[in-house]
């Protein structure tokens, strides 16, 4: 879902590297989320206890023994998708406590989540137990402002972000979209996506060196997030499940699916490297890459649609070309490797 393969470690090598970015960055692309952390500091606990507002937790047998039961039974990732699925306020920690107490009723119908709701009771406690603790003042107190610090450090052209919110409105157009950014910056020591396009991560990954290791780029993934609120109609997803009796379309898209992904991920993909290409944040080998090599070069109608995007018509929405290319057989069963294998060719043909 982002430009990351399902993230799930960052080495904890990166944890003596320090941010040395330029001063100042737009607030409209990292956010910080005090109930996100707050679902993350039952795995995270290590980290929080020699602090002295939790010492007192350290020495409840009882508060360690409920700790041990949960984080054998979830983890951080698990809870922050529960949690964001159920509609938590990320904001405010009452939100959690709040739906904890119904979670047995909110996420009955997920299969997903079965492992968490068999340690509710224990959730509760623990969560409970952190409030009482003063998390939530801890956080205001001494984890906030360092994260802040953090985005503070990672520098983004003001000039370069205004461009990119232009030509994300005119790739939407005629369709409106309000472009907001769910890029969270946690104080943890890795990263994972949500299944609602939210990007958590480590501040340190803030660090620009770190950032290339990792063939990680925020404003891709800003761009991303942003293309997934162009409508796509149930028309054009019933289009592209029809491609299954194709045999190599199938094959790929089984592969998608293990990520995570598939069915409009690739429309979506599509869209960011067509839009990030075109304000000059991806050269060709950049484009070529990320269709070769994201979940493990899978979408193959990804790159299919980029190569036809100069067929789209003014003022046509963009589920309207798409469906139109089902229409008109640029994509169709009959001839999707052909198609697949032609894009890619014409792609790599602009790389220098």
Known sequence: MTTINKCGV?????????????????ESIFRTSVSFDFLCAPQNFDNLKSDSAFVALVNDTVFMKNLQVVN??????????????I???RNNIASVINKTDSLDILASHLDWAKEILLVQPQLK????????????NWWVE???????????????????????????????????????????????????????????CTPLILNPEIE????????????????????????????????????FFAEKEKIAEGHGEGKNEAAVVAAEVYISH???????????????????????LAPIIYVNMSKRKA??????????????????????????????ETIHGAVH
């Open 87 to 89: 509609n938590i306020d």
């Open 72 to 85: 054998e039974h979830t983890r951080a990732s698990k809870l922050c998708n529960l949690y964001a699925h």
């Open 125 to 136: 406690y623990v969560l409970s137990a952190l409030v009482e603790s003063g998390y939530d």
């Open 315 to 344: 003022n046509e929405t963009y589920n309207g070309f798409l469906i139109r290319l089902f229409n008109d057989g640029t994509i169709s069963n009959g001839h999707i490797e052909q198609a697949y294998n032609q894009a890619l």
């Open 10 to 26: 960052i080495l904890l090598c990166i944890l003596n590297l320090i941010c040395s970015c330029s001063p100042v960055t737009p």
């Open 142 to 200: 001494k984890v906030k402002p360092k994260l802040d610090k953090s985005i503070e450090g990672y520098y983004i052209s003001d000039t370069l972000l205004t461009a990119l919110n232009k030509e994300l409105h005119n790739f939407a157009s005629p369709e409106k979209i309000d472009i907001q950014s769910n890029i969270y910056i946690l104080d943890i020591d890795n990263a994972f996506n949500l299944n609602d396009e939210t990007f958590c």
């Open 278 to 300: 075109k304000i000059g944040h991806r050269n060709a080998q950049s484009v070529y890459d990320e269709f070769t090599q994201y979940v493990d070069g899978s979408l193959i």
């Open 212 to 247: 290339k290791q990792l063939r990680l780029n925020f404003l891709n993934i800003y761009i991303h997030e942003n293309c997934h609120s162009i409508k796509l109609t149930p028309e054009l997803i019933s289009a592209i499940d029809k491609l299954k009796s194709n045999s």
